[in-house]
């Protein structure tokens, strides 16, 4: 069992693309896939799909390039970090997105700060 779901999912994506694997399995939670849509939004995964009480996430690569060079989670269970609208452009200074849960939802930073709010800074990917 793991006790923080979010940094598993950061930690198998970023060990799928170490090992340059096609696609990754993990278990399915409603949190996850909303965090995998906003990827697959943004560009950074190719597909995420859902069979069962697992979620298949297909990896996007440039070439043999992946498309995310880093993944990182910023909030964690033992320290919350959240963010105003204002302070949103700061997460990333422009080299990627910050994944953002906020009460309209779980969303990219530039979907935020265009809808004027903040949140738990979930993670950083570049």
């Known amino acids: 069992m793991v006790n923080d779901s979010l940094s598993d ?3 198998r ?6 090992a340059n694997l096609v696609e990754i399995t993990l ?3 409603r949190v996850r896939q909303a965090v ?3 990827l697959k939004k943004s560009g950074y995964v190719e597909d995420v799909t859902r069979q069962d009480t697992e979620l298949t996430v297909k990896l996007k690569y440039h070439g043999q ?3 995310i060079v880093d993944i990182r989670r910023v909030s964690k269970p033992g320290v919350r970090i959240y963010t105003g609208a204002r ?5 990333t200074r422009g080299l990627g997105i910050g994944v953002i ?3 309209q939802g779980i969303m990219s930073h530039r979907e935020a700060k265009k809808l004027n709010v903040g949140g738990e ?3 950083k990917v570049w």
């Open 13 to 18: 994506v970023k060990n799928g693309y170490r």
């Open 27 to 29: 278990p399915w939670s």
């Open 101 to 103: 849960s906020t009460p």
């Open 36 to 38: 995998l849509e906003v």
């Open 87 to 91: 302070e949103l452009s700061k997460i």
């Open 65 to 67: 390039e992946p498309a």
């Open 121 to 123: 800074v979930i993670c």
């Open 9 to 11: 999912l950061v930690a």
